[in-house]
């Protein structure tokens, strides 16, 4: 079994993603700070609009959330209460995911692993089909398409779950990629549109000319660049490389997750499955993912007793074939959260752009968030989709709550 604080899973450790050791440029139209899946969807965006690119690693591609994550892409599942503001760029990046999947493949030659059977969220007890009752009338007030059923339903979709699932929604729309695949195919499709990715590269600070961001002083030497594009995930907030009134509200939330190895004999699932404690995604390779927890305790990196019991525990609750699975892999991972668990896509300065804080949304809003970067850069305006995401809404918040003290 192999158990580390970065994913590599046992047979599933072959993702593609091969990086040569390239020297860094000394000037590049754009820098990407962070080879996490939005630096790497916003660099090839950009160089398929025509600009030399350059992507920035501290560490290796991937390193973080990106290859720690399920690869979700599931609006409908993830709604809650006070979410309805994120809710049309989820919806309108949903939309998206199917021609950003066929230009990927085509660009990569790597098939992404993206299924479309949609999403099961299942309860046991009264009180867990309660609460699924609430999330139901919350979905379908929000124009989201999620069907209730019985648990006798549930199981026909699924029979291997227990005969205690007393209920379930299905979420149709909700599908999923396998991150390897996506992260491997960024890769690949980046390197073939001309962009050059520098690991172990760390940026120590950021070149200012008056007002204006103009490259980047590294590890490896400087970098000029007419704009800078800040995808540093989790590290985002990091105060070494901005000024106080750009700080980032942006943390880290630890996810633990495990990989199991099903066989003929255990069976698998055919959809994405999700509890109030757990989510559990079968991929094409005959693994089922299961994640995450959700931990505010800073980079304390590795995985704990606790974490894996809480995984195992959540998920035996409805599937009971996983004590016959073998566990193949353990890792943590980062989630990059915002104050209000949503993304920052904005111009901080002129030259110096940012996306991140995509808390658990980062596969979902990947196209869109891409697509509206690449936009940004270009044409200097954020499209009307992305306009409520800047950092100034943080701002306005603390503004209305000294008001409303004073």
């Given at each position: 079994?192999?158990?580390?604080?970065?994913?590599?899973?046992?047979?599933?450790?072959?993702?593609?993603?091969?990086?040569?050791?390239?020297?860094?440029?000394?000037?590049?139209?754009?820098?990407?700070?962070?080879?996490?899946?939005?630096?790497?969807?916003?660099?090839?965006?950009?160089?398929?609009?025509?600009?030399?690119?350059?992507?920035?690693?501290?560490?290796?591609?991937?390193?973080?959330?990106?290859?720690?994550?399920?690869?979700?892409?599931?609006?409908?599942?993830?709604?809650?209460?006070?979410?309805?503001?994120?809710?049309?760029?989820?919806?309108?990046?949903?939309?998206?995911?199917?021609?950003?999947?066929?230009?990927?493949?085509?660009?990569?030659?790597?098939?992404?692993?993206?299924?479309?059977?949609?999403?099961?969220?299942?309860?046991?007890?009264?009180?867990?089909?309660?609460?699924?009752?609430?999330?139901?009338?919350?979905?379908?007030?929000s124009g989201l398409s999620a069907r209730w059923l019985p648990g006798s339903e549930?199981?026909?979709?699924?029979?291997?779950?227990?005969?205690?699932?007393?209920?379930g929604l299905f979420c149709p729309d909700d599908h999923q990629v396998d991150p390897?695949?996506?992260?491997?195919?960024?890769?690949?499709?980046?390197?073939?549109?001309?962009?050059?990715?520098?690991?172990?590269?760390?940026?120590?600070?950021?070149?200012?000319?008056?007002?204006?961001?103009?490259?980047?002083?590294?590890?490896?030497?400087?970098?000029?660049?007419?704009?800078?594009?800040?995808?540093?995930?989790?590290?985002?907030?990091?105060?070494?490389?901005?000024?106080?009134?750009?700080?980032?509200?942006?943390?880290?939330?630890?996810?633990?997750?495990?990989?199991?190895?099903?066989?003929?004999?255990?069976?698998?699932?055919?959809?994405?499955?999700?509890?109030?404690?757990?989510?559990?995604?079968?991929?094409?390779?005959?693994?089922?993912?299961?994640?995450?927890?959700?931990?505010?305790?800073?980079?304390?990196p590795g995985v704990t007793a606790g974490g894996l019991y809480a995984l195992l525990?959540?998920?035996?609750?409805?599937?009971?074939?996983?004590?016959?699975?073998?566990?193949?892999?353990?890792?943590?991972?980062?989630?990059?959260?915002?104050?209000?668990?949503?993304?920052?896509?904005?111009?901080?300065?002129?030259?110096?752009?940012?996306?991140?804080?995509?808390?658990?949304?980062?596969?979902?809003?990947?196209?869109?968030?891409?697509?509206?970067?690449?936009?940004?850069?270009?044409?200097?305006?954020?499209?009307?989709?992305?306009?409520?995401?800047?950092?100034?809404?943080?701002?306005?918040?603390?503004?209305?709550?000294?008001?409303?003290?004073?």
């Amino acid at each position: 079994m192999d158990v580390s604080a970065n994913p590599t899973i046992g047979s599933r450790r072959a993702t593609g993603i091969v990086i040569d050791s390239t020297a860094l440029p000394t000037r590049s139209d754009v820098v990407v700070v962070g080879a996490g899946l939005i630096g790497l969807s916003c660099a090839w965006r950009l160089a398929q609009a025509g600009l030399s690119v350059t992507v920035i690693e501290r560490d290796t591609v991937g390193v973080g959330a990106s290859l720690a994550a399920t690869g979700m892409l599931a609006p409908a599942a993830e709604h809650e209460p006070g979410s309805d503001p994120l809710l049309p760029l989820a919806l309108e990046s949903l939309a998206r995911w199917p021609g950003f999947r066929d230009e990927l493949q085509a660009a990569s030659g790597i098939s992404i692993d993206y299924r479309e059977e949609g999403t099961l969220v299942v309860a046991i007890g009264r009180d867990e089909v309660d609460r699924l009752r609430f999330r139901h009338d919350l979905q379908i007030r929000s124009g989201l398409s999620a069907r209730w059923l019985p648990g006798s339903e549930v199981r026909a979709l699924e029979p291997t779950l227990r005969p205690s699932v007393t209920a379930g929604l299905f979420c149709p729309d909700d599908h999923q990629v396998d991150p390897r695949l996506v992260m491997a195919g960024l890769t690949r499709a980046n390197q073939a549109a001309g962009v050059t990715i520098v690991e172990q590269c760390a940026v120590e600070a950021l070149d200012w000319v008056g007002d204006r961001v103009c490259g980047a002083a590294t590890s490896r030497g400087h970098i000029s660049a007419a704009t800078l594009i800040l995808a540093t995930g989790a590290w985002s907030g990091d105060a070494s490389l901005l000024p106080d009134e750009l700080a980032l509200p942006v943390r880290p939330l630890r996810g633990q997750s495990l990989a199991l190895k099903t066989t003929t004999r255990t069976g698998n699932l055919s959809h994405m499955v999700w509890t109030e404690q757990v989510h559990m995604a079968p991929k094409a390779d005959g693994h089922l993912i299961i994640g995450a927890t959700v931990e505010d305790c800073g980079f304390v990196p590795g995985v704990t007793a606790g974490g894996l019991y809480a995984l195992l525990e959540g998920a035996r609750r409805v599937l009971p074939g996983i004590e016959e699975m073998e566990v193949e892999a353990v890792w943590s991972g980062f989630r990059p959260t915002s104050d209000d668990d949503a993304p920052i896509i904005d111009t901080l300065a002129p030259g110096l752009v940012v996306a991140t804080g995509h808390h658990r949304n980062g596969y979902l809003l990947a196209p869109a968030t891409a697509d509206c970067v690449a936009e940004l850069v270009t044409t200097g305006a954020l499209p009307d989709i992305a306009s409520s995401f800047g950092l100034a809404r943080f701002h306005r918040s603390e503004q209305r709550v000294r008001r409303a003290f004073a």
